[in-house]
């Protein structure tokens, strides 16, 4: 009788470890694939003549998040991260970028004269705390029905990289007109340490330059500090 209620226990036992395996192996998956409720945020038009194709660039976001213009811990949060989507005609999607944080936008910007509106992505990083996280932009045209991200050649090394600037506490850029153009500024500090007791800052100034071809970035560091809750830095002081 002994050895049949262990068989019973037993089996209770073994059934509470499936079950709870099973749980956590649920929560895990729905962990990785959350049920999103995916809705637009924004549609921005697109025409076969400026564009190359009659469609739109859409934001995708979360319904949860979808009245949220910035991060805050107030706020509900989701794993639901937003898309970007070029759509063709009657919203056929040509294609779709999985962004890397719930929060974005896009915005339309005149940075090269003569030429159809550029476009400006901006993602929300910001975590709350830190003095480098925050809203990161990258800017992109839509030529032949096709996203190209807009590269810079530095002017030192000759390297191309996707131009891309940020707004945190140490970080801020802002447009200034350049004739017909617009050049992008960047300031960022960051520290310079070299020793233990070293608590120096480094400040550098980034000019983005569009010179009839394609854009150049011009950049020059110098020993400082710099936080955007003061003043922008005026404009002769970054490299051209």
């Given at each position: 009788?002994?050895?049949?209620?262990?068989?019973i226990?037993l089996?209770i036992?073994t059934?509470?470890?499936?079950?709870h395996?099973?749980?956590?192996?649920?929560?895990e998956?729905?962990?990785?694939?959350?049920?999103c409720?995916?809705?637009?945020?924004?549609?921005l038009?697109?025409?076969?003549?400026?564009?190359?194709?009659?469609g739109?660039?859409?934001?995708?976001?979360?319904?949860?998040?979808?009245?949220?213009?910035?991060?805050s811990?107030?706020?509900?949060e989701?794993?639901?991260?937003?898309?970007?989507h070029?759509?063709?005609?009657?919203?056929?999607?040509?294609?779709t970028?999985?962004?890397?944080?719930?929060?974005a936008?896009?915005e339309?910007t005149?940075?090269v004269?003569?030429?159809?509106?550029s476009?400006?992505?901006?993602v929300?990083?910001?975590?709350?705390?830190?003095?480098?996280?925050?809203?990161?932009t990258r800017?992109?045209d839509?030529?032949?029905g096709?996203?190209?991200?807009?590269?810079?050649?530095?002017?030192?090394?000759?390297t191309?990289?996707?131009?891309?600037?940020?707004?945190?506490?140490?970080?801020?850029?802002?447009?200034?007109?350049n004739?017909?153009?617009?050049d992008i500024?960047?300031?960022?500090?960051?520290p310079?340490f070299?020793?233990?007791?070293?608590?120096?800052?480094?400040?550098?100034?980034?000019?983005?330059?569009?010179?009839?071809?394609?854009?150049?970035q011009?950049?020059r560091?110098?020993k400082?500090?710099?936080?955007?809750?003061?003043?922008f830095?005026?404009?002769?002081?970054?490299?051209?």
């Amino acid at each position: 009788m002994n050895c049949f209620i262990a068989k019973i226990w037993l089996m209770i036992f073994t059934l509470l470890v499936l079950l709870h395996t099973g749980t956590a192996i649920a929560a895990e998956s729905a962990q990785q694939h959350p049920r999103c409720d995916y809705v637009a945020y924004q549609r921005l038009p697109l025409t076969k003549k400026l564009h190359g194709v009659d469609g739109a660039l859409v934001i995708l976001r979360d319904r949860s998040v979808l009245a949220v213009e910035q991060y805050s811990f107030e706020d509900n949060e989701t794993s639901c991260n937003a898309r970007l989507h070029l759509e063709g005609p009657g919203n056929t999607p040509i294609a779709t970028h999985a962004l890397e944080r719930p929060i974005a936008r896009i915005e339309a910007t005149n940075l090269v004269g003569g030429r159809p509106a550029s476009f400006a992505l901006t993602v929300d990083y910001s975590s709350g705390i830190g003095s480098y996280s925050g809203p990161a932009t990258r800017f992109f045209d839509v030529v032949a029905g096709e996203i190209r991200w807009l590269q810079a050649k530095d002017k030192k090394t000759g390297t191309l990289q996707e131009l891309v600037v940020a707004s945190t506490l140490k970080t801020e850029w802002k447009l200034v007109p350049n004739g017909q153009h617009q050049d992008i500024l960047e300031v960022r500090c960051r520290p310079a340490f070299k020793g233990e007791y070293d608590d120096s800052f480094e400040v550098t100034y980034k000019r983005y330059r569009f010179n009839g071809h394609g854009w150049m970035q011009y950049s020059r560091s110098e020993k400082g500090f710099w936080e955007s809750d003061g003043t922008f830095p005026q404009v002769t002081l970054f490299p051209r």
